[in-house]
């Protein structure tokens, strides 16, 4: 990746850019999932979890959907996690996921817009303090 | 009260500016308008849903607010303090099934400052970093504060290391501006080396830069130009993820020369290190970044005076260097402002053991372990007792059931024999024996001591050796007090913190489960049915409740039992694996 040399006004630019494509508010995406692959989410099969998500959105020929990554959620021991975020809807968070409850996650809730509540933990983020 | 109506471009649009008027008028004619004051504030970023308002001090959040709700606004909530459900945002959500996340004891109770951006960011892309805040820190401090500034923040969060001794970081950084020697280094360690913790690596992995800026305002406050990060190799994930945040650093001129065009330099340098336990104590890390053994040495000189080949250097943890940023960011009053008397902020732990919620947690300081396991934790698995804590890794010590509501911070920890640590903190049932646990932890500190000084590498022995024979059924009356002996004798007197803490796990288990000890060499019999020597492998036939679940379990035959009939142990063919004891219900083979 090349970046220019920033400057304090290229941090904040970058911050308001960002902050609107993270939060999907007005950005071309309608959802985003989000794949937690610390350590703990790899060991239990957070890569097929992701996979599986990249394939269905593939299939599906979605243009509105984004999969990424990111560090380990906290709740080590229901990994594989992932969160789903909807354009001004709540993100969820789901646990235990294996490849196939992807792939229902992603026909249920990302396409059909139904939370696929058996799978899920719960609803929202925890509160950074501030 | 504060109603802080959102002013944001989005906001006035969608008429924020007649609903703060209204409101205003409501007031007024309640005569509330003196005590309660509407705040125009900046965007919130929350448009789609505007106009939007948060009440304080309440944090009551609205949304989609129009001038025909004022008056229900001030009638239920300013005068009846009822917030007006129709207006919440949680609204739609309420109606299904799933809860809040946080109302979901596991993350409701938790406070993020070191793990702010758990879950939210891709840690290989410096933007997402950016977007949560990042760099913004280093910005305000390279372009708006003098080094003692800098330091004199850090001294009033009252931010303590959080590697494990609790050295105040601000004291830590004065003492080493003080010296006019160069070069001088700033040192992340990143040596997580306690069975059971995983804090450290969870941060390097999940927010890579939040690490590198506070080491940069570490380095700017001390008057560094270089810094390392030590990391163990068994954790490659994390020394990929801070490879990647450093190389973007440096693309984005926020490492290297002449950092956002103030003439500051700062780079760093990943070390990994080959994963020895000693090689987290600072001196004996410095050592190991000089290419020798890692041994630590006696202090003073501190390394603030003289660490990296001679020169003065800082040393700060990884979750130490994470909680810089938002200090500078939000003030040191504000962190101060959270916590307990001598220990200020949040404490990062590492949830292990029969817990239900085996994971990372952030919690403010002074939270109680009752909580702490119980609330966040989810409490025990299969409905058993909690039965101890191990806090602060293998040289930490046990808290007992009767404990619980001690308060986690670093003094009132130390003062029932405990220690804060690193914040591993692993949860143990009534299943658990205390002197085998005790015995573990201190085989895992005979293996790791780096043999320099002879309480360490020959005490330590001693006591693990009298362990055994006490687990093994050859402990005999005086063994009990010869180990306290022994401990007091082994840390008042090894060169390091690790040695100085090694006995800790068994003076701690002695204080604590004095009963299990004479239990074990008088009775010959372990309470919690772990010590196999110890073990008579028979039914007790008062408690046998003839299901047969042992026979059906029972990888070797070796039970005999049938319909209506107790169950009866041929030790002939057993070998003393313990399937029955695990799978029995009734606790009945002794």
Same mark, same amino acid.
Do not use: L, S, T, W
């Given at each position: 990746m090349e970046l220019p040399k920033l400057s304090i006004e290229d941090l904040k630019k970058i911050k308001e850019r960002e902050m609107a494509r993270m939060t999907l508010r007005e950005g071309e995406h309608r959802a985003k999932i989000v794949v937690h692959m610390g350590t703990c989410g790899i060991a239990a099969g957070a890569r097929k979890v992701m996979e599986a998500f990249l394939e269905a959105v593939t299939e599906s020929g979605a243009r509105d959907v984004v999969v990424t990554q990111s560090g380990c959620a906290g709740l080590c021991n229901r990994e594989p996690m992932a969160t789903v975020e909807i354009v001004e809807k709540a993100p969820v968070k789901y646990v235990d996921l294996n490849p196939e409850k992807a792939k229902r996650i992603f026909q249920e809730h990302i396409q059909g817009g139904q939370v696929v509540e058996e799978y899920a933990l719960g609803r929202g983020s925890e509160s950074t303090a501030g | 009260m504060n109603l802080m109506l959102c002013g944001g471009t989005g906001c006035i649009a969608s008429g924020a500016p007649k609903v703060k008027q209204a409101i205003e008028e409501e007031l007024l004619k309640r005569g509330l308008a003196d005590e309660v004051q509407v705040v125009l504030t900046g965007c919130n970023g929350f448009c789609a849903m505007g106009p939007i308002m948060t009440v304080f001090p309440d944090g009551i959040f609205y949304n989609k607010l129009k001038p025909e709700h004022a008056a229900r606004l001030v009638e239920e909530h300013v005068l009846k303090g009822r917030p007006v459900k129709e207006l919440l945002f949680e609204e739609p959500v309420e109606k299904e099934k799933i809860p809040l996340l946080k109302d979901i004891g596991f993350f409701g109770n938790q406070r993020l400052i070191a793990l702010r951006n758990r879950g939210l960011i891709d840690a290989e892309r410096i933007e997402e970093y950016i977007a949560r805040d990042g760099y913004q820190a280093l910005a305000k401090v390279l372009t708006s504060m003098t080094p003692e500034e800098v330091i004199e923040e850090i001294k009033i969060s009252g931010l303590r290391g959080r590697g494990g001794a609790g050295f105040p970081t601000g004291l830590k950084w004065e003492e080493c501006r003080k010296y006019d020697r160069f070069p001088k280094y700033t040192i992340c360690? /990143? &040596? !997580? /080396? &306690?069975?059971?913790?995983?804090m450290d690596r969870s941060i390097m992995e999940g927010d890579p830069h939040s690490v590198l800026e506070g080491m940069a305002i570490s380095a700017y406050a001390i008057g560094a130009e270089k810094g390392y990060i030590y990391v163990r190799a068994e954790y490659p994930l994390a020394i990929k993820r801070l490879q990647i945040a450093i190389e973007q650093a440096r693309e984005s001129g926020l490492l290297g020369e002449n950092i956002l065009d103030t003439g500051f330099n700062f780079d760093i340098e990943i070390y990994p290190g080959a994963g020895a336990f000693v090689c987290g104590e600072s001196t004996a890390l410095m050592y190991s970044l000089e290419g020798k053994r890692g041994m630590p040495r006696i202090k003073p000189p501190r390394s603030a005076e003289s660490g990296l080949w001679g020169q003065p250097t800082n040393l700060n943890n990884v979750e130490t260097y994470a909680n810089v940023p938002p200090i500078i960011l939000n003030g040191g009053a504000w962190f101060a402002s959270i916590g307990t008397e001598g220990s200020k902020g949040t404490k990062v732990f590492a949830l292990t053991g029969a817990i239900n919620n085996v994971g990372l947690v952030e919690v403010p300081m002074g939270t109680t372990l009752r909580s702490l396991v119980f609330d966040i934790g989810g409490g025990i698995p299969k409905k058993r007792q909690f039965k101890a804590a191990q806090l602060g890794g293998p040289s930490g010590g046990c808290v007992p059931a009767s404990l619980l509501d001690v308060q986690i911070d670093f003094d009132s920890l130390t003062e029932i024999g405990a220690m804060m640590g690193s914040g591993g903190v692993v949860v143990m049932d009534e299943r658990t024996c205390m002197v085998d646990t005790a015995r573990f932890f201190t085989a895992f500190s005979v293996d790791e001591s780096c043999g320099k000084c002879i309480p360490c590498r020959e005490g330590l022995k001693v006591m693990y050796d009298k362990m055994t024979d006490i687990v093994e059924g050859r402990g005999k009356e005086g063994d009990v007090e010869d180990l306290e002996k022994l401990g007091r004798m082994i840390k008042s007197t090894s060169h390091c913190g690790l040695g100085q803490s090694a006995p800790n796990p068994i003076l701690s288990t002695i204080r604590h489960f004095r009963n299990e000890y004479d239990a074990h060499v008088r !009775? *010959? *019999?372990?309470p919690a049915k772990v010590c196999v020597e110890l073990l008579l492998f028979e039914v007790n036939p008062e408690k046998c409740k003839m299901c047969g679940i042992c026979f059906r379990n029972c990888p070797v035959q070796a039970i005999e039992w049938e319909k209506k009939q107790v169950a009866r142990i041929n030790k002939e063919k057993c070998t003393k694996c313990k399937t029955c004891i695990a799978n029995c219900r009734f606790d009945a083979i002794d």
């Open positions: - | 360690n /990143g &040596d !997580e /080396g &306690d069975p059971g913790a995983f !009775e *010959k *019999k372990c």
